[in-house]
């Protein structure tokens, strides 16, 4: 699976939209794109994932850049609750055992 | 919301002790997946299933054990707890391959236990 790149921390005002950039610049065609966000204390939470359309969902969009090499995650309206680890994950749909690398990911702050 | 459980979500024990954590989800997917997670740290895969009666080990060697007896069910069981068994185990579900639509690689954690081995 492809490696990516995120900031380590990130600040967003209440109400307003968090933006969270990933790079994933040697990601294959057949990989997807992923995001998971962990609240402390708890189990990681399924977000979003992407191939190379734009998706959206109830809780975020996923912006992927044309060459695929990056990607946002867009929360429109941040709020409190929206504090927690973001993790951007490049995988291949049914890849072996399904396991799931997280690294680092961004930690997302969001203040009143 | 994703219907997948986790029993207890705190244990405090004492070393040499015989632990199970459990594990169920309601959603009948087959794949499922314990893994070991440190505070500000990766998560990591010890073990895994394809469905009932199938059992594997993950990425990071542990020294627990776990049955898939029933679809809905993967319990984990530490024979001899010991302090470097402290940590959080997360447990996960996901659908199958054959789904032909949806998230068939999107993992729904449960809440987790917290493990404390003193």
């Known amino acids: 699976d492809a490696k990516t790149t995120q900031p380590p921390s990130m600040d967003c005002a209440e109400g307003r939209a968090a933006n969270l950039p990933c790079n994933h610049s040697?990601?294959?065609?057949?990989?997807?794109v992923y995001w998971y966000r962990q609240i402390h204390s708890q189990g990681p939470q399924y977000i979003i994932h992407?191939?190379?359309n734009n998706e959206t969902n109830e809780m975020a969009s996923l912006i992927i850049t044309e060459d695929r090499k990056s990607s946002t995650l867009i929360l429109p309206h941040a709020t409190l609750r929206d504090t927690a680890v973001y993790y951007c994950?490049?995988?291949?749909?049914?890849?072996?055992?399904?396991?799931?690398?997280f690294g680092q990911g961004t930690i997302l702050t969001v203040h009143p | 919301e994703a219907d997948i459980y986790q029993t207890p979500r705190y244990l405090v024990i004492g070393t040499g002790k015989k632990i199970t954590l459990e594990c169920s989800q309601t959603?009948?997917?087959?794949?499922m997946y314990w893994y070991q997670q440190d505070p500000g740290m990766e998560l990591h895969l010890i073990h895994y299933?394809?469905?009932?009666?199938?059992?594997e080990k993950g990425d990071l060697s542990s020294e627990s054990t776990v049955s898939r007896i029933r679809t809905e069910h993967f319990p984990l069981t530490l024979e001899s707890a010991r302090p470097s068994h402290t940590s959080q185990y997360l447990c996960a579900s996901s659908e199958p391959h054959e789904v032909l639509a949806g998230d068939t690689d999107t993992q729904y954690f449960g809440p987790g236990t917290r493990l404390t081995v003193l």
């Open positions: 992407g191939l190379k």
């Open positions: 299933s394809y469905g009932v009666n199938s059992t």
């Open positions: 994950i490049v995988r291949t749909r049914g890849t072996s055992y399904g396991k799931l690398t």
């Open positions: 959603m009948g997917h087959d794949k």
């Open positions: 040697t990601i294959s065609g057949n990989e997807y």
